[in-house]
């Protein structure tokens, strides 16, 4: 059986082209899911199953003349069509009974929370974070953190290596406690360790082994990386410190909006290319907060609502 003639089976029939015989051939394969092969999915589960199979189809049909089979190619193009989506189905199905479940863990705006998670190991989540974490952690402990900044204080077992991603940087640590800042929007991603060793690589290489008191800053735009020195033992934000070292004015703005939920912007040139550098409690009030930051940095501000506006 020629593959090219199935793939004009089918073209056929999303034509509306096709004759009475042929079109009962695609509507039995289609039947088929309704049978056997998937007996616990409800009607929207085995629409999207059947959909994801169809896509997969879809762009090795090419355009040709339309010609009409004859019923032995018929008979023959059913038989291998209901064998490839029976396949195709248990795949799917065997896949996804074997992916690990995630749990996903969301601050507000100026929230934070711990996590104590069922490996003994401990998770801070700053303002503003989305994580996932494995359900079962006795099987892997892969977590994945989507956006903003978390504290890990893990637990000691070598062999299931924790692991977390974010981004195009994963850390991996047999047992220590590090820090892991990654804003999807802020173009810079850090590591900061406070025990212990971590061992940082991105998909494209193996970056850096980490030691106490050091941290990695990754440049997300260009994959280049720096790793300094740090004097305090924790992350600011883990004592109640929104702490500015050096940021540009646009991670400035999102660690303010995450902490504090206020809108800052500006016009002025000169105050987005300031580097900002200072402390403020994340129990201030949002306005004092931003009227502290520009003060230190000679910059005024006044509110243009929804925005609070920094100026000469």
Do not use: C
């Not at 303010?256 to 800052?264: A, P």
Request: charged content about 20%.
């Amino acid at each position: 059986m020629e593959v090219s003639k199935i793939r004009q089976l089918f073209k056929k029939y999303m034509l509306g082209h096709t004759s009475g015989e042929e079109q009962q051939v695609v509507e039995q394969w289609y039947q088929l899911f309704d049978a056997d092969v998937l007996p616990n999915m409800d009607e929207a589960e085995q629409a999207r199953v059947k959909q994801e199979i169809w896509r997969g189809i879809q762009p090795q049909i090419v355009v040709a003349k339309t010609f009409y089979l004859k019923r032995p190619w018929v008979r023959a193009a059913a038989a291998i069509l209901l064998l490839a989506g029976a396949g195709a189905t248990w795949l799917m199905l065997h896949s996804r009974s074997t992916a690990p479940r995630y749990a996903t863990y969301t601050t507000r705006v100026g929230e934070r929370i711990t996590i104590h998670l069922g490996d003994g190991s401990l998770l801070a989540l700053n303002a503003g974070t989305t994580i996932r974490v494995p359900e079962d952690l006795s099987k892997t402990r892969t977590l994945q953190l989507i956006d903003g900044e978390a504290f890990f204080d893990v637990k000691t077992n070598p062999d299931l290596p924790f692991i977390v991603e974010s981004g195009p940087v994963r850390t991996t640590v047999l047992g220590t406690s590090f820090n892991v800042a990654a804003y999807k929007d802020m173009q810079t991603l850090t590591v900061g360790v406070v025990s212990g060793k971590v061992r940082i690589a991105t998909n494209h290489e193996q970056l850096q082994v980490l030691e106490r008191d050091q941290e990695l800053i990754y440049n997300k735009t260009n994959r280049q990386m720096r790793v300094a020195s740090v004097d305090e033992s924790l992350p600011g934000w883990k004592e109640g410190r929104l702490v500015f070292n050096d940021v540009s004015f646009d991670d400035m703005v999102i660690l303010m909006e995450k902490n504090f939920g206020i809108s800052i912007s500006t016009t002025a040139d000169h105050v987005k290319s300031t580097r900002y550098t200072t402390e403020l409690p994340t129990g201030m009030d949002p306005g004092k907060a931003a009227q502290v930051l520009a003060a230190i940095h000679h910059l005024k501000v006044r509110v243009v609502s929804p925005h609070t506006v920094i100026y000469e």
